[in-house]
């Protein structure tokens, strides 16, 4: 059991350190001259495109399809709904607030998983899972230059939206561990992705119209729709349904350090000493949020082998 927790919360790391593209990507998409509408339209559309053609592939090898009940088909267009409303406020909250407050906010997700962990589930976080809150919370602080001169007076309008997103976030791991739990993850990807692309298009009704596509915003979308939304959709959904929300969430964690590494090597952001001791305390966070469970499994291993050199010994 403990060795499956920590397998499944590697991937939730993995999961996490995807969405480490996004904040670069979305500020290299704004540099070039599209708009946030344009950008989660585009995001969402090609994470949709990236599920058929998985899905294509897994049909042309004989794979078939799981019928899916009508609640199925809108818990999962629900889900995806709430991702694409999380991106919209992340990414209208880049265009007020500079990146590393943005993302400071984001993070908010840790301790909200923690409290809704709490209130809906019933369950007390371990200590180990507080800790690891706290530890990773200093560390996003410290890593995020909140505490820079430059920051300067925050627009209240980007704050809330960087909170919401937290809030949708923390939705969004919680529910992924229930909704459409034991179906394929690039049939259940696919039809989230399709309530994100409702969402989208809504926003930008105009987005083939535009020209945005020919003017190759495609190569961003592709980009933003791989490792923020196919990757974690599917990541995400094989993961959490066996991990709790409070440590789905603080293994989620990896997209801050992993985000800070891409933009220092894509657009050049410098990284400062205190950036640097905070990306080493959110990965110190990380670990001590996985002590109990190795610790457990290195007590039943010892059993295990104890129980085999007792079997060996003659009677």
Known sequence: M???TLKYSGIAFLAGASYGAQATTVKITYAAGFTWTQTVASQALFAALLFAAALLVQRSRGRRLVPLSPKQVLA??????????GTVLYNYALTLLPVSVAITLLFQFTWMSIVLQLVVVRRRPRAAEVVAVAVILGGTLLASRAFSSDVGALDPVGVACGLLSAASCTFFMFFSSRVGRGLPPIQRGLVVCLGACALGFALCPDYFASGALQDGIWKFGLVLGLCALFVPVVLFGIATPHLTPGLSAIMA????PCGIALSALVIGEPVEALQAVGIVAILAGIAISQLPHMRAQAEAAEDTADAKDAARRPA
């Open 2 to 4: 403990q060795k499956d």
């Open 76 to 85: 999962l267009l629900a889900l995806g709904l709430n991702t694409c409303i």
């Open 253 to 256: 964690s990896s997209e801050f």
